[in-house]
């Protein structure tokens, strides 16, 4: 199949899934396009096994697109531009602090205690492997995936500063996660050591200058925005913020998903930020939430056909599992201690460790990432076990967060 073909099965599948879901289902739009993708992959896989369809071409057609380079490098930077548009820069100051620890020292306890304990749990299976790897693992599966919690966070009836709390969390810490996974998979395979020092200032210039860049990318488009009333070239000046700056940040060696974070709610929130008088920009909203919504449903549907093309053994299976739980653990202790810690200084509201705990959806940066390691013994275990945790995450997790929220929810507001 060709580049094209594969695209507009995709799109056309995408498209019925969607509709299917909105008809009869009615869930939230990602779970609904993965559970879709997950149904038609087992049906077509059966249907295999059987001698009723031959899956072989499609099969290839699917492990030959790159989808770590597909996302990593091209649909995220739109997809974290589009969802930090629609973010209240004015709401997020008031948890800057918040958001910050939860985005920096959260990801990185995650990443420690996720990896330690499937550390320990595939030793006890007989499965061992070096202790780096099992901090890379963590490093994969620890950062939230922006585009599945938005999305679910939009039909979700949670309070403002919630929803900020876990949405400005999620924009920010799948940076610091790629980050982190960055250096582990630099200390894992040897090529280049590095030191305390060196990583410390890997860190800080991925920090620093990717907040930089993100600013000054959107205020020069804010301040060609501001200039022009043709929604047609304002759509055009956007797309080409997100594809340049994007690839800039690449080049630059600065965290590409800070920056359109960044430059996403710079533009977002320019009135707020600069003062300016301006007109509403509704086309250009409606481009935005349009453009996401198609990304977000290939996405989702390719995530689910990519699991046609993962053997999974019944090791797999079992590590898969014990990644579930350690995924679960990490995320908890992980939100649990800087919320006790900074619960003295900041309002939380009734809930809020279980409803940050539970959703913190995981997706598609954590599956890119596993398909960009290196070819190896434990690739395809990795691959398996991520795949097995972002199915429960998306799928379970996603379907059940609503009802978790009216559990917290209501009784807060009865008490009140």
Avoid at 45 to 59: C, E, P, Q
Avoid at 215 to 235: F, Q
């Amino acid at each position: 199949m060709t580049a094209f073909q594969i695209f507009a099965l995709l799109l056309t599948l995408a498209a019925l899934g969607a509709y299917v879901n909105r008809r009869f289902f009615r869930l939230p739009a990602t779970v609904g396009l993965m559970a879709f993708a997950l149904l038609i992959s087992l049906i077509a896989l059966g249907l295999d096994r059987l001698g009723f369809l031959d899956m072989t071409l499609a099969s290839r057609s699917i492990a030959a697109i790159d989808f770590s380079g597909l996302f990593l490098h091209g649909m995220l930077s739109f997809l974290l531009f589009a969802g930090a548009l629609h973010i209240d820069l004015a709401e997020l100051k008031k948890f800057r602090a918040v958001v910050a620890v939860l985005a920096t020292i959260g990801t990185a306890v995650t990443v420690f205690v996720t990896g330690t304990l499937v550390w320990y749990m595939a030793g006890w299976l007989g499965f061992s492997f070096p202790y780096i790897e099992a901090l890379l693992f963590g490093a994969l599966i620890a950062p939230t995936d922006p585009v599945a919690i938005l999305g679910i966070l939009k039909e979700t009836p949670v309070s403002k500063s919630l929803r900020i709390k876990i949405g400005g969390e999620s924009l920010f810490n799948d940076g610091v996660g790629v980050v982190a996974f960055l250096v582990l998979l630099t200390l894992a395979t040897g090529k280049e050591p590095l030191s305390p020092a060196d990583i410390a200032a890997l860190l800080g210039w991925q920090a620093v200058g990717s907040v930089a860049l993100g600013l000054t990318l959107g205020w020069v488009a804010h301040r060609l925005l501001d200039s022009i009333d043709d929604y047609k070239l304002e759509v055009m000046l956007t797309l080409a913020l997100v594809a340049g700056g994007y690839s800039l940040a690449e080049a630059v060696y600065v965290s590409g998903p800070i920056t359109m974070v960044v430059a996403g709610l710079v533009v977002g929130n320019h009135s707020h930020l600069f003062a300016t008088a301006h007109k509403q920009r509704v086309h250009l909203d409606l481009f935005w939430e349009l453009l996401d919504e198609i990304l977000n449903a290939i996405l989702f549907l390719l995530m689910g056909f990519e699991m046609m093309v993962i053997p999974i053994t019944a090791l797999d299976l079992a590590l898969g599992l014990f990644a579930i739980l350690a995924m679960l653990m990490g995320r908890f202790v992980s939100v649990a201690v800087p919320v006790a810690l900074m619960r003295k200084r900041y309002n939380f509201e009734k809930g809020t460790i279980r409803l940050l705990t539970w959703g913190g959806l995981r997706g598609g940066i954590s599956i890119a990432m596993a398909l960009a390691l290196p070819a190896g013994a434990l690739r395809e275990q990795f691959l398996a076990m991520t795949y097995m945790a972002v199915a429960f995450s998306i799928l379970f997790q996603g379907t059940t967060f609503r009802h978790v929220v009216r559990m917290v929810v209501k009784p807060a507001r009865a008490g009140t």
